[in-house]
C-alpha cells in the first residue's frame, strides 16, 4: 500500500485525567491497537449511535470560513 494512500489519526491520551488513564490502561490490552480502533467504530457505525450523528450534523451545519488570499503566500500558494 502506497504511503499516500493512508491518514493516520493519532489519539492522545492525558495521563493527568484519572478517567482517560483508565480509557489508555485499556487500550493497552490490546495487541493491535488500531484494530481494536477500528472495530469500535464499526460498531458504533452499526448501531448507528446518536451522538455521532449529532456532531455530524452540527460539521455540516457549520459554514466554511472563507480563506484570506494573502495568508495563503506564506504557504507557497
Do not use: W
Not at 9 to 36: G, M, W
Request: aromatic fraction near 8%.
Amino acid at each position: 500500500m502506497n504511503e499516500l494512500n493512508r491518514k493516520v489519526k493519532s489519539v492522545p491520551f492525558n495521563l493527568d485525567d484519572p478517567y482517560e488513564r483508565e480509557l489508555l490502561e485499556h487500550c493497552n490490552q490490546f495487541i493491535q491497537f488500531a484494530t481494536y480502533i477500528k472495530r469500535l467504530i464499526q460498531r458504533d457505525m452499526e448501531q448507528g449511535v446518536g451522538v455521532i450523528r449529532k456532531e455530524h450534523e452540527k460539521a455540516e451545519m457549520r459554514q466554511e470560513k472563507k480563506i484570506d488570499p494573502s495568508k495563503l503566500k506564506s504557504f507557497g500558494l
